[in-house]
């Protein structure tokens, strides 16, 4: 079994940037998926953003794509989400997630079996 814990989040101005950071135990990253999800108040959870175990090959959701940016450290066993140019609709709680026998990048939760408990971006006018 995996263990994560997010952190980073906060209150930021649209147009800002925040770093998110997924301090990962249990197992060395570069051995499964690792993807960011999040979820807004009254919305279902939906992708962000997920690197591949080798490294190789990362996937952003289009509605981040060109502002997010998804990285890997493995020696210190962390997954990261750069969020820049952030807006209104980015608001929600950020999940990092892993998916344990995938060998290719899934959208869906229902292949990730372990998350994080989150971390709130809240994006202000």
């Known amino acids: 079994q995996v263990q994560l814990v997010e952190s980073g989040g906060g209150l930021v101005q649209a147009g800002g940037s925040l770093k998110l950071s997924c301090v990962a135990s249990?197992?060395?990253?570069?051995?499964?998926?690792t993807a960011w999800f999040r979820q807004a108040p009254g919305k279902e959870r939906e992708f962000v953003a997920a690197?591949?175990?080798?490294?190789?090959?990362?996937h952003v959701a289009d509605s981040v794509k060109g502002r997010f940016t998804m990285s890997r450290d493995t020696p210190k066993n962390t997954a990261y989400l750069q969020m820049n140019s952030l807006k209104l609709e980015d608001t929600a709680v950020y999940y990092c997630?892993?998916?344990?026998?995938?060998?290719?990048?899934?959208?869906?939760?229902?292949?990730?079996?372990?998350w994080g408990q989150g971390t709130q971006v809240t994006v202000s006018s």
């Open positions: 249990g197992r060395a990253i570069n051995n499964y998926i």
């Open positions: 997630a892993a998916d344990l026998n995938g060998d290719y990048i899934s959208v869906r939760t229902t292949d990730f079996t372990s």
């Open positions: 690197i591949h175990w080798s490294g190789a090959t990362t």
